[in-house]
């Protein structure tokens, strides 16, 4: 990282050329600083804090929050990833990459004495032609015949495969193909269970959840909820089956706080008086509540009652809900109040007067975890889930923080993918395709000097496949020039990192997200361009420094 | 009954408040354990603020109800991850080449930033818990005490420095341990749970040199979401962890929040507070505006009149200027009650007569001196109606009836004014003869020290380092024995009068003359008198509350409503609080008034004394965190040693801190509020209407209809003064 911090010039006060020769060296210099995680053999990034935690990364954006930087150009750089990652989730390092290249190529031809005018026009002729291409590279979403029972009220059916060699794409650039095969089935099917008919993809639906523990590193999928606290009441059954589930947000405690004051009253008995009227009337809504219970869970049906709430229960409360066998859990997040209602049906009660069977949702089963100092409570087996919960275990905070990272973005893909309705395929076969088309056609309708920023936008795209193969330990020069070869005879063709050698990416199923492309291609040209046409920039670069 | 109090601290200068806030409620929850001091210390509800769980094994475990919200490399060399050790030995394997990486299969590049030393304190107490006291013979666990009170002395930025001159002999002072405190890890002697402590995106220096310290909106673009990159996670995780310290609760009475909110600390906890306000619906919410000493309302200009002022500081005085006005439109109406706090901006001053040791450059003392006032002015909102020997605590409230009584009058504006130590009651020759005669004999009565009693205390604190009272250990045993009859009126000094009272509101005098020149007026107050003392030692809580009421007679000036709680606890002042005090106060925070009476030793005299060298046996629990280590309590005598210790004026043995003293505290919505809210009003105006403020405005995401509204809340504000003052409410 310290590259990035040597590149602290003070844009201020310099001349246009010594600026230009800052914006290229700091856009180098971060690209130096992201290229060796690039891709699914790139290295890890562990930061080790000054009390030795530590911070396990190999995502351009984690990694670009954890460095402070303070070169305007890095961050201007560092901004455009941060955009990258909040439209798409993906792709942070390569826009990185493609801008640090962009800028070297140019410095070649900046050197020969070609005006920076030039070559942004260049940049943007080939910008709008690779934006064209990509469309005609995106394969669609093999469409699976539809179920028969399709009748609006599932969402169309999608092609599960394809989105499992997305997933298992994303995931293993960030974690070991072990670990990254075994979340690849999760992921993929946590976002199908969320869809739901007209509606876009919520992923805050797929809660991931995590546990420390020493010896266990397991992550696996609940289809249904977990908690992160359990009862309050030492009486309470720690498990119950068959369940109906009320989620409500009705206080159960008794808090007119002013009552306990001493201040505003005349008497003692007075006193006493509203307090037992407050306690009545919350002991009023308990009894709703377990008369409701008591009708409907019969010794025939078997079934049992869950009470989980977003407002509080106090003692008195939970005391008189574990004599009926009740589990009830209160200060639940309201976001999970959300979520039970997609995972076990019913909805979420604001008032006594609305308790009603048809309230009430189910679950299988329900039941607590005690791991140390913590509480679990797993609300599982429910009917048609659209809410389920990712749970990590893990030896460590920063193994489980990295694993929870590729999840979500192994998660961010398979909605991409599903979103988009397409794919591109990965490996560096966009890339090669590109720059291959750019030289071919693009070049052709250009005529004069134009051609030159086209070129230097061409060799910067294969910039993203020499660093794949680089990081693959395999010779940069060489292995582009095979994939050229072979994408010449008509193929499509992305580089095996094992071999070296070109392979098809889409028999091996790796697959990028067609957004994740479009978005780096429309803005790290256009920034590329600013930071070339240097006046702009300087006014951008203060603009940024005072903040 | 509601009854828990969950706090939130927001900030960096927070954190190290609410550090030696913690501090002290362990410490006083340690005197529960100690022999002679339980019923006192039992005046006090621990479980309002402290959560208790058993573990597997049967011990409870203590944990404050409170959360931390500061920046990350705040907490230092502290980490707060449970697998700290395993972590760094992984994190060394993978430095050596080998791969330690599980999750990752290719290169593993690792970045190390420059190690960050603990403190002394902080590693010691670490071992200490892990050793096992039961085993240790007497000299080394006395042994293991004086290495905790050395280290705890280092903490203090002041002391260290002293030290590290004494030990090069005045030559450079360079070496780190001269720093003293860097971090409230530094010196935070609870347990607090790692999950309770959020770190935000972010640089660190100091707690008030980091990179939300450019004023309130600091925090616009990273946290809040406005310039992506996870903002909003932020603050959800903030109101996600506030949930899990109310779920804990079987009643929540309220929030207390100390917030660093003319910084960004302010923004980030205005959109967590918001959150927080919709889910807990009609649970009251006090909250300390921290400061920096100096940041006093209408502050003298940057420059000097003729001075030419730079861009910088035109831009640091607009930032000032608007974050007061946006912090306080903002966050009195996330809060209840909103109070101002900044400690006294100078040394010595008739503020603060006997601190003469305290720096108002440091923030580790000033610190420890609001959260001393913190603690005292909220404590009638955490009381039992223990009965004690000096009676029961009289003004026991809630945190529900202490906002009603104090919200209305100043339109949720409060000040806070503070007497510590809290000189002597005035009491009369007979309220004297009545507490001297009868047969109490509290442990902090001065005079009444036997030598059991002392040694049984030395070696109580011995076995218990973590817990309440280690600064009695030497000390107990150095008191002059006396009769209690010797005590002679008028020896120490004297609570003649309210105006004796410190501000710690910027701006708010809270003095009567004030009110006479028609500044302002009190109109509704919370007084809280703690461990009130007279000549004659310890005060009952009748005696002291009659004492306060005939100085409250005193005071000329319209209607009032007031609030007045006594209760027989004093302020224990654990091991890290710094030594502020002048050395003519005493272990018990008598105020010494001459030298050579016979409540203490000769000025610069040298008194032999005995001291003990810790004791055999088990100690009775020493403090919350530690509370399970519970043995029972068989203290036998203590081997005294004969040793020269020169003694000052209030009794103490030289570098020998004070272990307890009484407090008194205000809380006070006045009328003086009107002045102080126009002088904001006024710089506002100023600040917003100037480019520079424009400029600073715009970075931080405060469009012209924020700007507005900022306006008319401020206008409101006044307005509500106005109303009350034709209206004559009170
Ligand atoms: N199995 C594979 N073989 C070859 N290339 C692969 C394989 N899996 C992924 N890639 C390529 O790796 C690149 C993605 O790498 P990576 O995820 O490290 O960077 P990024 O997506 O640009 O940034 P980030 O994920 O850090 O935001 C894509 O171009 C993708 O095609
Ligand atoms: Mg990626």
Not at chain 1, 402 to 430: E, M, S, W
Not at chain 1, 443 to 453: E, Q
Not at chain 2, 51 to 72: H, I, K, Q, V
Not at chain 2, 103 to 118: F, K, L
Request: hydrophobic share 40%; aromatic share 4%; charged share 20%.
């Amino acid at each position: 990282m310290s590259s990035v911090k040597t590149l602290n010039a003070n844009a201020e006060v310099m001349n246009r050329a010594a600026a230009l020769f800052m914006n290229i060296n700091a856009a180098k210099g971060l690209m130096d600083v992201m290229r060796s995680n690039y891709g699914p053999k790139g290295t890890i990034k562990m930061l080790v804090s000054g009390a030795g935690d530590i911070k396990l990364t190999k995502d351009g954006n984690v990694l670009l929050r954890e460095m402070q930087i303070q070169n305007p150009t890095a961050v201007m750089i560092a901004r455009a990833a941060v955009a990258q990652d909040d439209i798409t989730g993906d792709g942070t390092t390569s826009i990185v990459l493609l801008i640090g290249e962009l800028m070297k190529q140019a410095e070649r031809f900046l050197s020969e004495g070609t005006h920076p005018r030039v070559l942004v026009e260049g940049f943007e002729t080939a910008r709008k032609a690779t934006l064209e291409f990509l469309e005609t590279f995106k394969q669609p979403l093999p469409t699976p015949p539809a179920a028969a029972d399709a009748d609006g009220t599932a969402p169309p059916a999608v092609d599960r495969e394809t989105l499992r060699c997305v997933a298992r794409t994303s995931l293993r650039t960030k974690l070991a193909e072990p670990l990254a095969d075994q979340l690849t089935d999760i992921v993929t099917d946590s976002v199908l269970m969320v869809r739901r008919p007209n509606q876009p993809i919520d992923l805050f639906m797929v809660e991931i959840m995590h546990m420390r523990h020493k010896l266990d590193s397991d992550t696996r999928l609940v289809r249904g909820l977990v908690l992160d606290h359990g009862s309050r009441h030492p009486d309470m059954p720690k498990r119950l089956e068959n369940c109906y589930i009320l989620s409500c947000n009705i206080s159960l405690e008794y808090e007119k706080s002013e009552v306990n004051s001493g201040f505003f009253y005349s008497s003692a008995d007075q006193r006493e008086k509203l307090v037992a009227a407050e306690r009545a009337y919350t002991d009023e809504r308990v009894h709703k509540i377990i008369e409701l219970k008591k009708k409907i869970c019969t010794e025939e049906n078997g079934k049992s009652f869950v009470l989980i709430n977003q407002k509080g229960i106090d003692p008195i409360s939970l005391d008189a809900l574990a004599k009926e066998g009740v589990i009830a859990l209160r200060r639940a997040k309201k976001r999970n109040m959300e979520r039970i209602q997609l995972a076990c049906g019913g909805f979420c009660v604001n008032s006594v007067e609305e308790l009603a069977e048809e309230a009430l949702g189910h679950a299988d089963e329900v039941y607590e975890h005690v791991l140390g100092e913590e509480k679990y409570t797993f609300v599982e087996g429910v009917k048609n889930p659209h809410s389920c919960t990712i749970l990590i275990k893990g030896p460590s905070d920063h193994v489980i923080a990295q694993i929870k990272d590729a999840v979500r973005d192994g998660l961010r893909a398979v909605k991409n993918g599903i979103d988009d309705g397409g794919v591109i395929p990965g490996a560096g076969a966009f890339e090669v395709a590109a720059a291959h088309h750019l030289r071919t056609v693009t070049r052709k309708s250009l005529a004069g000097r134009a051609k030159l920023g086209l070129d230097a936008f061409a060799e910067a795209l294969l910039g993203l496949a020499k660093a794949l193969a680089e990081n693959s330990g395999h010779d940069a020069q060489e292995t582009i020039i095979k994939l050229q070869e072979e994408h010449e005879r008509g193929n499509v063709v992305g580089l095996d990192v094992v071999t070296g050698e070109p392979m098809d990416p889409v028999t091996v199923g790796v697959y990028d997200n067609y957004i994740v492309k479009r978005q780096m291609l429309q803005s790290a040209p256009v920034l590329a361009g600013q930071l070339l046409l240097v006046d702009e920039v300087m006014r951008a670069g203060i603009n940024m420094r005072k903040q | 009954m509601p009854k828990e109090i969950v706090t939130l601290s927001f900030g960096s200068y927070a954190s190290f408040v609410s550090a030696h806030y913690w501090n002290l409620q362990d410490e006083a929850a340690g005197y529960s354990g100690r022999e002679g001091w339980s019923e006192y210390a039992d005046c006090v509800d621990y479980d309002t603020l402290f959560s208790s769980s058993e573990g597997r094994n049967g011990a409870m475990t203590y944990r404050p109800r409170a959360a931390w919200f500061d920046l990350a490399g705040s907490s230092g060399g502290a980490s707060h991850r449970a697998e700290a050790a395993a972590a760094a030995a992984a994190a060394a394997a993978a430095g050596g080449g080998v791969a330690a990486v599980p999750t990752w299969t290719g290169g593993v590049d690792v970045h190390r930033a420059a190690p960050v030393a603990r403190s002394a304190f902080a590693a010691t107490l670490e071992q200490h818990e892990a050793l096992d006291w039961d085993t240790l013979d007497e000299a080394e666990a006395a042994r293991q005490q004086a290495v905790l009170e050395e280290a705890a002395r280092l903490l203090d930025p002041a002391a260290a420095a002293a030290a590290a001159r004494r030990r090069t002999g005045g030559a450079g002072t360079s070496s780190a341990a001269a720093a003293g405190a860097r971090h409230w890890t530094d010196f935070c002697k609870v347990l607090v749970s790692p999950r309770m402590v959020v770190s935000l995106p972010g640089s660190w220096s100091g707690p008030s040199e980091h990179s939300l310290a450019a004023g309130w909106g600091a925090a616009a673009g990273g946290l809040l979401g406005g310039g992506g990159g996870g903002g909003l996670q932020m603050v959800e995780e903030g109101v996600d962890v506030v949930r899990l310290l109310a779920e804990a609760c079987d009643s929540l009475a309220g929030f207390q929040i100390l917030v660093d909110d003319q910084t960004g600390f302010g923004g980030y906890a205005a959109a967590v507070l918001s959150e927080v306000v919709e889910d807990f619906p009609g649970r009251p919410r006090v909250l300390f505006s921290l400061r920096q000493p100096g940041a006093w309302a209408g502050a003298a200009d940057v420059a000097g009149p003729g001075l030419p002022v730079s861009t910088a500081q035109m831009t640091a005085r607009a930032r000032d200027e608007l974050s007061e006005a946006l912090a306080l439109c903002r966050m009195s109406e996330l809060a209840s009650l909103y109070i101002p706090l900044a400690a006294p901006a100078v040394q010595l001053s008739s503020a603060l007569p006997y601190m003469s040791s305290y720096n108002p450059a440091l923030p580790f003392h000033t610190s420890a001196l609001l959260a001393a006032a913190v603690d005292s002015a909220m404590l009638p909102t955490r009381l039992t109606g223990r009965r004690t020997p000096l009676g029961e605590s009289v003004g026991v409230s809630d945190l529900h009836s202490l906002i009603q009584l104090l919200r209305p009058a100043a339109a949720g504006l409060a000040a806070l004014h503070l007497c510590l130590p809290c000189p002597s009651l005035p009491a009369d020759l007979q309220q004297l003869q009545r507490q001297l005669d009868t047969r109490i004999r509290p442990p902090h009565d001065s005079t009444a020290v036997t030598a059991a009693a002392a040694a049984a205390v030395a070696a109580e604190a011995a076995m218990h380092p973590r817990g309440g009272g280690n600064r009695g250990t030497a000390a107990a045993a150095s008191q002059p024995r006396l009769v209690r009859g010797e005590s002679v009126y008028g020896s120490t000094a004297q609570l003649t009068g309210l105006e004796q009272l410190a501000s710690l509101t910027p701006g708010i005098s809270g003095r009567d003359d004030t009110a006479l020149r028609g500044g302002g007026a009190s109109r509704a107050e919370s007084y809280c008198l703690r461990g009130a003392r007279t000549d004659a030692g310890p005060a009952s809580t009748a005696s002291a509350l009659e004492a306060l009421d005939s100085l409250l007679r005193r005071r000329a000036h319209r209607m009032c409503v007031r609030h007045r709680c006594a209760t027989p606890m004093p302020l224990a002042l654990p091991l890290p609080f710094p030594d502020l005090f002048s050395p003519v106060v005493s272990l018990h925070g008598d105020i010494m008034l001459s030298c050579d009476d016979g409540g203490g030793g000769r000025g610069s005299g040298t008194k032999v004394t005995d001291a003990a060298a810790g004791g055999a046996g088990n100690g009775l629990p020493g403090s919350v965190s530690t509370r399970a280590a519970a043995g029972a309590a068989s203290a036998s005598a203590a081997s005294a040693a004969l040793t020269a210790v020169p003694v000052g004026p209030g009794g103490r043995a030289a570098g020998q801190g004070v272990a307890s003293v009484g407090v008194l505290t205000r809380l006070q919505a006045t009328s003086e509020f009107m002045g102080w809210v126009r002088g904001v009003q006024a710089r506002w105006t100023r600040g917003a209407g100037a480019a520079a403020g424009r400029a600073v405005l715009d970075a931080w995401d405060v469009g012209r209809d924020d700007a507005t509204e900022v306006s008319d809340r401020l206008h409101e504000l006044v307005g509500k003064f106005a109303a009350d003052d034709d209206g004559n409410h009170y």
